[in-house]
């Protein structure tokens, strides 16, 4: 049943694999920076944010990769929280910055990290979460039936086309 992440991610149609090595490569980057944040500025490193957003923030230390994890892993539960994660990251950094934003907008649209880059980010996993869990759930159900995720529909059928004859 378990082959690899090479057999399993061949047999997925190339979108799938452009959109998860994406998502990946975002949610390493967000943990990364808050690692960063964490690093340099100890347990109070967001001190200056609402208390929900600073344990929201400690807590993607964990979420983040953890998604990244599922993602590479193809399980249909990695989108679902990737999104969640988004949902929550977003809001909560808009919400601080939003009266910033409204007063100096400049400020916040210069270069490619910060609210603009997340927010592009965010908008791709908004985008491409209910198709990516859509296309792992197929292959993970596909899987989890005996068959091959790379044969298509009916390949868990015997010779005869009977689906339960390969039922022990």
Known sequence: MTQGI???WGARPRWVWWV??????????????HAFDLLTGGLHAYGAW???????????????PLAAV??????PAGPSLGAAVMVADLTANWWENWDGFVRHPLDYLQGVVGL?????????????AAPLRRAFHQAFNRAGRGMDPREGEGADRSADGDPRAQEV
């Open 116 to 128: 603009p880059a997340m927010t592009l980010f965010g908008l791709f996993v908004f985008t491409t």
């Open 20 to 33: 998860a090595a994406v998502w990946v490569i975002g949610f390493v980057e967000g943990a990364g920076v």
């Open 50 to 64: 609402p208390l929900p957003s600073q344990v929201l923030f400690h807590a993607l230390l964990v979420l983040d």
């Open 70 to 75: 599922l993602v590479t892993r193809g399980r």
């Open 6 to 8: 090479r057999g399993g």
